[in-house]
């Protein structure tokens, strides 16, 4: 038997070269993110004839690495090495400047490829809809994230950190953790780094001395991994105020803990950070972890109109039927915290394109381990031919940047699947233009790409101006400045 489906399947591997060699599997992968970089790689490798191009909206590859990760984690961002190995494959490419929507739409790409992966992840963000939200003053974690990371869509956010001693974070995750960390880290310490040098001069100048992390749950919930929480703890000359009553823990939270080791590590930093010794007067800031608090509303400020003065937020507790179930529950009873300075960092938001189903609720494509579903039922059998989603898009906005390691490996097992049912590709079927198709309609329509060559000009130019400053590298950080590094 063994042998008989070992021989079929030498049968299918033979039939399958001989139709590539004269019909290769042409991909596209929209967006150029981990997801996207982690798709290409295992394509390339799992399907020696495979083309694969990777387009991508902005001029430079590399998504939330270059854009997102922190500028004090470089080594967060040694992934790019790899991920500019598989750019310069030699059947594959990168396609910057090009916008899923209007430079070219979904149908456009389905028609020119065999395989369309969307993996653009999540470029906006979710509302709270409580009163007062579009007050001067708040900000998404994501916008200020772009801003110091020199995202030429973040640029133009100059944020007022001059006229506000406390700033208050809404979320408690990785990313509330890393924007309280570049408010409070000693800038002397920044200057090293990639951060946008517009935005250390910013940060040179703020007058921000308190921020506040506050989380609807406790500190048994908290979304931040130990790592993080460590980092942020450890800042030089800044005072840390947990209020110990905040990190008693139900039977519950113990049952929650005991199954979970990174959120065990957490509460154990948490409760040896409350028990350190205070020293009023002698750090410069403070960083205050709140805990069992949900935003009700912002408050506006009676000397700048229009302008956030503090948060109206009310008091909670938690219910559930058992551990890792456990909501937030207001209680009635309010309290506010003022500041002039408020970051949302409670999740980023996918944004759909034309011809895609899309799940609003969750945010994400419906899909079954990657494969697009026609809608948001849930049936498996009913798929999008030939469409597939991986990273944010497919699981929504969770996970470090290995996370989109694993969900790639699961994209691309289903194309394997696919391609082996003869779903994708078929002996009679006409071969699909591809990347010369896609070059000629954006030559056609004067959408100037930027190919991963053009990438590495940008990347000479930055390291240069980098290099003046003691700085890895100065970001180019608007679309002229790109464009003209690139394509002049």
């Known amino acids: 038997m063994l042998k008989v489906a070992i021989s079929q399947a030498r049968k299918w591997f033979s039939r399958s070269l001989s139709s590539f060699s004269s019909n290769p599997l042409k991909v596209c992968v929209v967006g150029s993110g981990p997801a996207g970089f982690y798709t290409a790689e295992k394509m390339l490798k799992a399907h020696q004839q495979a083309q694969v191009d990777i387009i991508?909206?902005?001029?430079?590859?590399?998504?939330?690495?270059?854009?997102?990760?922190?500028?004090?984690?470089?080594?967060?961002?040694?992934?790019?090495?790899?991920?500019?190995?598989?750019?310069?494959?030699?059947?594959?490419?990168?396609?910057?400047?090009?916008?899923?929507?209007?430079?070219?739409?979904?149908?456009?790409?389905?028609?020119?490829?065999?395989?369309?992966?969307?993996?653009?992840?999540?470029?906006?963000?979710?509302?709270?809809?409580?009163?007062?939200?579009?007050?001067?003053?708040?900000?998404?974690?994501?916008?200020?994230?772009?801003?110091?990371?020199?995202?030429?869509?973040?640029?133009?956010?100059?944020?007022?950190?001059?006229?506000?001693?406390?700033?208050?974070?809404?979320?408690?995750?990785?990313?509330?953790?890393?924007?309280?960390?570049?408010?409070?880290?000693p800038t002397a310490?920044?200057?090293?780094?990639?951060?946008?040098?517009?935005?250390?001069?910013?940060?040179?100048?703020?007058?921000?001395?308190?921020?506040y992390l506050v989380g609807r749950r406790g500190p048994a919930q908290a979304a931040c991994t130990a790592k993080e929480l460590r980092e942020v703890l450890g800042i030089r000359n800044v005072d840390i105020s947990i209020q110990e009553v905040d990190l008693r823990l139900t039977p519950d939270d113990e049952e929650e803990l005991k199954s979970n080791r990174i959120k065990r590590r957490v509460h154990e930093l948490l409760s040896k950070a409350a028990t350190k010794p205070r020293t009023p007067g002698l750090n410069q800031?403070?960083?205050?972890?709140?805990?069992?608090?949900?935003?009700?509303?912002?408050?506006?400020?009676?000397?700048?109109?229009?302008?956030?003065?503090g948060v109206h937020f009310e008091k909670t507790v938690l219910q559930g039927d058992g551990p890792g179930k456990q909501t937030a529950i207001g209680t009635g009873e309010f309290e506010d915290i003022k500041c002039g300075f408020v970051l949302k960092s409670i999740g980023y938001k996918s944004v759909p394109v034309d011809g895609l189903p899309f799940d609003h609720k969750k945010g994400i494509v419906p899909n079954f381990r990657g494969r697009v579903l026609r809608d948001t039922s849930g049936d498996p059998t009913i798929f999008e031919e030939g469409l597939y989603v991986c990273g944010w898009l497919k699981r929504g906005p969770t996970g470090i940047v290995a996370t989109n390691l694993h969900c790639a490996e699961e994209t691309v097992l289903s194309i394997s699947e696919d391609l082996e049912k003869g779903v994708l590709i078929s002996s009679s079927a006409l071969p699909k233009p591809g990347r010369d198709g896609l070059l000629q309609l954006l030559?056609?329509?004067?959408?100037?790409?930027?190919?991963?060559s053009d990438w590495e000009k940008i990347d000479t130019e930055e390291k240069r101006l980098g290099s003046s400053r003691n700085?890895?590298?100065e970001k180019l950080s608007t679309w002229d400045e790109l464009h003209k590094a690139a394509l002049d």
């Open 56 to 185: 991508d909206r902005l001029p430079t590859p590399f998504g939330l690495v270059r854009s997102g990760v922190a500028p004090d984690h470089p080594e967060t961002k040694i992934v790019i090495n790899q991920f500019s190995r598989v750019a310069q494959h030699e059947r594959c490419s990168f396609l910057g400047n090009v916008t899923l929507g209007s430079s070219i739409s979904l149908s456009e790409l389905r028609e020119l490829y065999h395989v369309v992966v969307l993996a653009y992840g999540a470029e906006s963000d979710r509302s709270l809809g409580i009163p007062g939200e579009n007050l001067k003053g708040i900000h998404s974690a994501r916008e200020f994230v772009w801003w110091y990371n020199g995202h030429p869509d973040g640029r133009n956010l100059d944020p007022d950190l001059k006229s506000t001693d406390a700033a208050v974070i809404l979320g408690q995750g990785n990313v509330a953790l890393d924007v309280a960390r570049i408010l409070l880290r």
């Open 189 to 211: 310490e920044l200057a090293t780094t990639d951060i946008a040098n517009y935005a250390l001069a910013a940060l040179e100048e703020s007058s921000i001395r308190k921020v």
């Open 285 to 309: 800031r403070e960083l205050h972890f709140v805990f069992f608090r949900k935003p009700d509303s912002f408050q506006e400020s009676e000397d700048r109109t229009g302008h956030v003065s």
């Open 443 to 452: 030559h056609d329509r004067d959408v100037r790409i930027v190919s991963f």
């Open 471 to 473: 700085k890895p590298r």
